[in-house]
């Protein structure tokens, strides 16, 4: 099974993606650890990363495409794979789309995400960086939603609730 894990940054995602992955035994793929990995990396390619992570800003389609395509030939994904971050956009899945059977969205209120970030206190939850963040990504969340909603496979869970509730709500929904 082909899993993406959708939502505000806040939303929950992370969390739940481990929990669903390790459910079923699939690999997880989770670009935005991927890309603060690659972010540290005293090449070309990790400056101009590093650069667009602390504007809080998207890293390039192509890059990012290639990332999740090559993590996807992973023996570990050969059962199934949960994605929590990709695609973002959809001039991202257009770039490569991995051809998700489920896509589950977290819906969290605006003003609930970004309590949740303040509290997690990141690298890039600054007050600031938070807001441009959110910003950008609902406008492309709210494409991608419409996108997964017309193709009838996205499953809209309510993420206010706590993480065991969310999880439960998730597994009654996709086994
Ligand atoms: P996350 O850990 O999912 O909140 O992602 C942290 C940051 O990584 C985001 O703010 C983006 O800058 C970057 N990022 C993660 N996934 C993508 C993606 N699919 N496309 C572009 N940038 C991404």
């Known amino acids: 099974m ?5 939502g505000l940054p806040g939303s929950g995602k992370t969390v739940q993606a481990r929990k669903i992955a390790q459910e079923l035994g699939f690999c997880l793929i989770k670009t935005g650890e991927i890309l603060r990995e690659l972010s540290k990396i005293d090449t070309k390619e990790g400056k101009i ?5 602390e504007n809080g800003e998207l890293v390039d389609d192509m890059v990012v495409g290639e990332i999740v395509m090559n993590r996807l030939q992973n023996p570990d994904c050969k059962n ?15 770039n490569f789309n991995p051809g998700f059977d489920k896509v589950i969205y977290l819906d969290i209120p605006e003003n609930q995400a970004i309590k949740r970030l303040i509290e997690r206190g990141r690298g890039d939850d600054t007050k600031r960086l938070i807001t441009k963040r959110l910003a950008i990504q609902k ?16 499953l809209e869970i309510d993420a206010t609730k706590t993480i065991d509730e ?10």
Do not use: C, T
Request: charged letters at 25%; zero cysteines.
């Open 2 to 6: 082909k899993i993406l894990i959708m």
């Open 49 to 53: 990363i590093k650069n667009v992570l």
């Open 80 to 94: 199934g794979f949960v994605v929590d971050g990709y695609p973002r956009s959809e001039s991202q899945l257009k």
């Open 139 to 154: 406008k492309e969340l709210d494409g991608l939603l419409k996108y997964y909603g017309s193709a009838g496979n996205l």
């Open 166 to 175: 969310v999880f439960k709500d998730i597994v009654d929904h996709i086994i």
